[in-house]
C-alpha cells in the first residue's frame, strides 16, 4: 500500500508533463523567463540593430587583429589576386573576342580610377563581411583609357537613404512602398535604390539629398539568411561581444601587469609615523617631499639609500593568477572561429597543436565555406558585371560581338560563361599529386575540373604547354623523364 502511495505523485506529474506537452525551448523558467525575444521581421530586426552592429564591426576590423584577420582571411582564399570570366559559347570567335575585352577593361573598371576590378572584388567581400552589405551602380561615362563606356560605382551602404524619410516606409505615386531606403513594387520586388550622393556623415553637407536609381543598374549585395529579407547584417554580428570582451580582457591583463611590475617593494613604518627628512631615494630634482607634504620614493639603478631606523622594506607580492589566461582566449578564439565560420587555426595562425591529418581535415573544412562565398560571388556580382560588361561592347560594336539585334535575340547565349574561381596551394604536394596523377589515369576525375580546383584556366594551361613544346622543337631542344615510375607500385610502398 505505502508503494503504491509513494508512486502516485510521480505518475501525477508524468500525466500532466504528457497532457502540457509542447516544446520545452518555448517553455519559461525561473532560469530563463528573461529570455523572451520578439518574432519580428527581418527589415524590423534590421531597423532596430542593424545599424550599430556594422558601426561596432567596422570598429572592430580596424582595431582589432583578430576581427582584421578574420576578413583578410575570407578575401585572400575567397579572392585572392582576383580572376576573370571564360566565355562559354559555341562561337570560339567571340569566346576570345569577349575575354579580351575583359582585360583590357579590368584596368578601368573603377568609376574613381583607384582600383581595378580584381580590386573591386576584394573589396566587395570585404564590405559584405564587415558591414553586411554593398551597393554596386552601373555607370556609363566615357574614358579614352577604357574600351567601353561603362564603369562601375562601389557605394557604401551608409548612403542607402533609410533616414531620409525619418520612418521606415513611405508610400510613392505610383503605390510602390519604400522601406529602409528601397523602394518594392507591390510583388516585393526592388525597383529603385534612394542613395544620397555624399556619405551622410561626411566632409560636405550639401549634397545629402537622395537620389533615385532604378534598380536595373544597381547590384545590391549581400548574404540572405531570411526569407524575406531586405538588408544586409555584418557577418560579425555573432562574434561583435566576443572581440569587444578579447579587448576588454587583454587591455585588463596589460594594465594589472603593469600595475604588478610598478611596485617591487614597499616600506613598513614601524612606529606609525611619517618618518624623518630622509627617504628610500631622491627624485630626480632633489625634492625629498611633494607640495602635500607625501614622500617620494624611487628606486634607481646602482643607487644606495638609507632608511629610518624605524623603517623596514617588505617586497611586495601581486599575486596574480596566470595560468587561466590562455585556457579563457583559446576558448574565446574558438568561439569567435565557429561564428566567423572558419577553423581554430586560421582564426589564430595557431599551428603548434595539429598534426597533417588534423591540418588537412580543418583545411577541407575551411574550403567548403570559402567555395560557397565564391559560388555567392560568382553570382550577385561577378556574373551581372559580366553580362553589363558584353552588352556594353554590343554598344560600341566591340570587334567579333554580334550585333544588337543579335545579341537581343538570344541574350543567354552571348552571356554564356565560367568564372575562374583561384584554387589552393595543396597541404602535401607530393601525396595529393600522386592521388590526383592516379585519378586523371583512371578517370575518377577530368583534367578541366582538376585544374580549376587549382585556379589554372585549362585551355590558358594547354596553350602554354603547346607554345612551348612549338618552340622546344625549334630549338632541336628534348625534355622528358630519365626514368618511368610506377605510381600504383609507388603508393603502394609509401603505404
Known sequence: MMNWLTRVPTAIKAAYR???????AGKSSRLHDYWRPAN???DAWFSDGGKMTRARARDLVQNNSYAKGIVRAKVRNVVGKGYGPQARTENDTFNTASEKLFKKWKRHADVTGRLSFYEMQ??????VETAGEILVHRVE???SLSPVPFKLELIDTDRLADEYFFRDRLQTEDGNEVRLGIEYDANGRPVAYHITEEHPNGLSLFRSIPKRIPAKDILHLYITERAGQGRGLSQFAPNVWWLKNLDRYVENEVVASAIASAISVVIKTMDGGAGGNTSLGDSLNGDTVSDQGN???FFEPGGVSQLLSSEEIEPFNNARGHSESAVFLNTMLRSMAVGAGLSFE????DYSQTNFSSNRAS?????KEFRIL????????NEPVYQWLVEAGVRVGFEDFPTPSGYLADRDYWSEHEWQNPGWEWVDPRNEAQAADKGLRNGTINLVDYLAAQGINWEEHLDKIQKVQESLEQRGITLGMTEQIDLEDDIDADS
Do not use: T, Y
Not at 346 to 349: E, Q
Not at 363 to 367: A, C, F, G, W
Open 295 to 297: 614622500r617620494f620614493n
Open 363 to 367: 583545411d577541407l573544412e575551411d574550403r
Open 346 to 349: 586560421r582564426l589564430s595562425r
Open 18 to 24: 504528457a497532457m502540457a506537452g509542447g516544446i520545452e
Open 141 to 143: 561615362v566615357e574614358d
Open 40 to 42: 519580428r521581421s527581418p
Open 122 to 127: 576584394r573589396l566587395v567581400l570585404a564590405e
Open 374 to 381: 565564391q559560388q555567392w560571388l560568382d553570382f550577385h556580382f
